[in-house]
């Protein structure tokens, strides 16, 4: 079983709306947790980082975190087509440097 | 943007032969990692550096060997290439062990 789990997609959503993207994890040791960015053929950006429970919002960007039921999230509000990208969750688990990656969710914006 | 470069950016080599991948950061980080992206399988860890001759395995370690003498290269080597390891290659770093990464453009290595 992957450490980090993800839904592949890919998630459709018409532009304005607002894109749910949701991660789990297994390790409740987990302390820190990222999303990222992938356009195709490109390297992954970093959006969020988030390392207690509760929200975080940077712009049109919320990420949410609960411990107690062992999953991340990120909202993307008023949606883009330039949103449309692969979108991964990371957390750092089973060391303090490695981080593992889901397999990331495919976001498509359609206009 | 982070300073990450990455060597070569494209490389298509045969089977059997010695690899080795470059990566090269200007902004003084600690950590450094290697990272294999595959379909269905997502960035996977192969090594990581947490100091100058300091490093790690990650999950897919086997078959690639690291290097690390000076605090701003980290050399992936694949000692005898094999088809299964034809990937895009990610070298990223880090501040912090515990904090987000920053990823170089990636290289694409075809073994035939």
């Known amino acids: 079983q992957k450490e980090v789990e993800q839904n592949s997609g890919p998630l459709s959503v018409p532009e304005g709306a607002i894109a749910s993207l949701n991660c789990t994890y297994s390790?409740?040791?987990?302390?820190?947790f990222f999303w990222y960015r992938q356009y195709s053929g490109k390297s992954p950006e970093l959006i969020m980082s988030?390392?207690?429970?509760g929200d975080k919002e940077d712009g049109r960007f919320t990420a949410q975190l609960n411990k107690a039921s062992q999953y991340v999230s990120l909202l993307i509000r008023d949606s883009q087509p330039s949103d449309s990208a692969t979108y991964l969750c990371a957390g750092i688990s089973g060391g303090y440097q490695k981080v593992t990656f889901g397999t990331g969710t495919k976001l498509q914006v359609i206009p | 943007d982070a300073g990450i470069t990455q060597s070569p950016r494209h490389k298509v080599t045969e089977t059997g032969t010695p690899v080795t991948l470059r990566c090269h950061q200007t902004?003084?980080?600690?950590?450094m990692y290697w990272y294999r992206q595959d379909p269905g399988h997502g960035l996977r860890l192969i090594h990581y550096s947490y100091g100058v001759k300091d490093t790690d395995k990650g999950e897919v370690s086997d078959g690639y060997s690291v290097s690390r003498s000076k605090t701003e290269d980290f050399l992936l080597t694949l000692e005898s290439a094999t088809s299964s390891q034809t990937s895009v290659y990610f070298c990223?770093?880090?501040?912090?062990?515990?904090?987000?990464?920053?990823f170089g453009d990636g290289t694409r290595l075809s073994i035939l």
């Open positions: 990223a770093i880090s501040e912090e062990g515990h904090g987000p990464q920053h």
């Open positions: 988030i390392y207690s429970n």
């Open positions: 390790d409740r040791g987990s302390q820190s």
């Open positions: 902004e003084n980080h600690r950590y």
